[in-house]
């Protein structure tokens, strides 16, 4: 089965080269790692987040939708409308000691939307990318008594998130919010065992297609205090297990192949479609600080936490690890008034991330750390804002079979911030 951690463990240093050229709205990553848990997670948010290590828990901006803790909604504008979206590209090089293969993958990233509703309440919605489940993998063995035996799994699809978050400020300083997230995709995951030098033997092929839709729900909490010109900001995050309600379609059959690749089926020997199941989605807790002028800069930093070793679905624990993130980010403005050079009022932005990933691979921790950089380039005459973030950065290790992955991610968006709840006078 999927699940077994043990039984699958020999795939990864197996990659196959495949088509690395095609760009679509698909994700074309070709990571074995992604095979565990709900397929390798989306950590990095929009490029205003992505430019400054991931940093969000205590970011708040009224340019900008922060949907990494729901309770900086408070700082739109009580007159303003924010409208983002953005495209997000991946270029993966995968190392072994024997081989090396590069993939890359440019979609569709997010849209972000937010506004007030009274001084008091505001509200956002959005749709982005969750996770990701893209590999493919093959392994050949000689078994005593059966010759030439090959093992080839592949695997595709994703989670997507669509949101609806709402802040309440307390006493101008303090903030909360929720995110109410609607977590939909399919997982699929493919096994064939074939044998390439008997035409007598049937193969045999295992398709499991989990397929999720539930709703999850995350807290956040913001406090905001000014001494003298600097604002300093404390934020807060926290999600409770969930028990996500799924669906799978189990089939394994037997065949043989064809001249013409055609499969002809022999046998079903299991057939069970629309099984019931849940995907047991564990609790987080984060939190972190920044320092900020009014206009010019800002810095922070951030720790995220979560217990992903309590992990299960459809019965079957994952054996994964917990996870732990350490960010830190900030950006710049030269000058802020409106009469300067234009390359003094765009925004410079760095950050760098580490991260303890939920993997852990005969006996080796899988890690990933990252170096960030982006700018936030203003729109003549206009309030909007094109921003782009770039990552450079590596994860695993080729210690005892395993694979090394070296990465470079962008993400290109537009901010735009309209006022639209401005009551007008006639004279």
Not at 45 to 60: K, Q, V
Request: with cysteine.
């Amino acid at each position: 089965m999927k699940h077994n951690l043990a039984y699958c463990l020999f795939l990864l240093p197996a990659l196959l080269f495949y088509n690395p050229g095609k760009l679509s709205g698909q994700n074309d990553i070709n990571s074995p790692y992604s095979y565990f848990g709900i397929g390798t997670i989306y950590n990095n948010h929009d490029a205003f987040n992505m430019s400054m290590g991931g940093l969000g828990i205590a970011l708040s901006d009224h340019f900008y939708v922060n949907n990494a803790n729901p309770a900086s909604y408070h700082a739109f504008d009580t007159t303003s409308f924010v409208l983002e979206g953005g495209f997000f590209g991946s270029f993966v090089t995968s190392m072994t000691e024997l081989q090396t293969v590069k993939t890359n993958d440019i979609s569709l990233g997010y849209l972000l939307m937010g506004f007030p509703v009274t001084k008091w309440w505001k509200t956002s919605l959005g749709l982005t990318p969750y996770s990701y489940l893209g590999y493919s993998a093959s392994d050949v063995k000689n078994l005593e008594n059966i010759g030439r035996t090959s093992f080839d799994y592949t695997g595709s699809g994703g989670l997507n998130k669509a949101y609806w978050g709402n802040s309440l400020t307390f006493f101008k300083k303090f903030s909360v919010g929720m995110n109410a997230s609607f977590l939909f995709g399919t997982l699929n995951y493919d096994k064939v065992v074939s044998f390439p030098d008997s035409i007598y033997m049937t193969n045999f092929r295992l398709r499991n297609s989990e397929q999720v839709q539930d709703f999850i729900f995350d807290f956040g909490a913001q406090y905001t205090a000014r001494i003298k010109d600097i604002f300093l900001t404390a934020g807060l995050v926290y999600n409770a297990t969930t028990k996500l309600n799924a669906k799978r379609d189990l089939l394994e059959t037997t065949f043989f192949p064809g001249n013409d690749q055609v499969e002809y089926v022999k046998d079903t020997i299991v057939y069970q479609p629309g099984e019931k199941g849940t995907i047991t989605y564990p609790f987080s807790l984060g939190g972190g600080i920044v320092v900020q002028d009014s206009s010019r800069w800002m810095a922070g930093a951030e720790f995220f936490w979560q217990n992903w070793k309590d992990y299960s679905s459809f019965g079957l624990p994952d054996s994964l690890a917990n996870t732990m993130r350490f960010s830190i980010g900030g950006q710049y403005k030269p000058l802020a008034e409106g009469m300067s050079k234009y390359w003094q009022r765009i925004y410079y932005r760095v950050g760098f991330h580490y991260e303890q990933t939920y993997l852990k691979l005969r006996n080796n921790q899988i890690n990933e750390f990252g170096v960030s950089f982006g700018v936030g380039l203003p729109l003549k005459g206009l309030t909007s804002t094109v921003n782009l973030g770039l990552e450079i950065g590596q994860s695993g290790t080729k210690n005892n079979g395993l694979i090394k992955e070296n990465f470079f991610r962008f993400t290109v968006g537009v901010a735009m911030y309209e006022r639209w709840f401005i009551k007008r006078k006639f004279y």
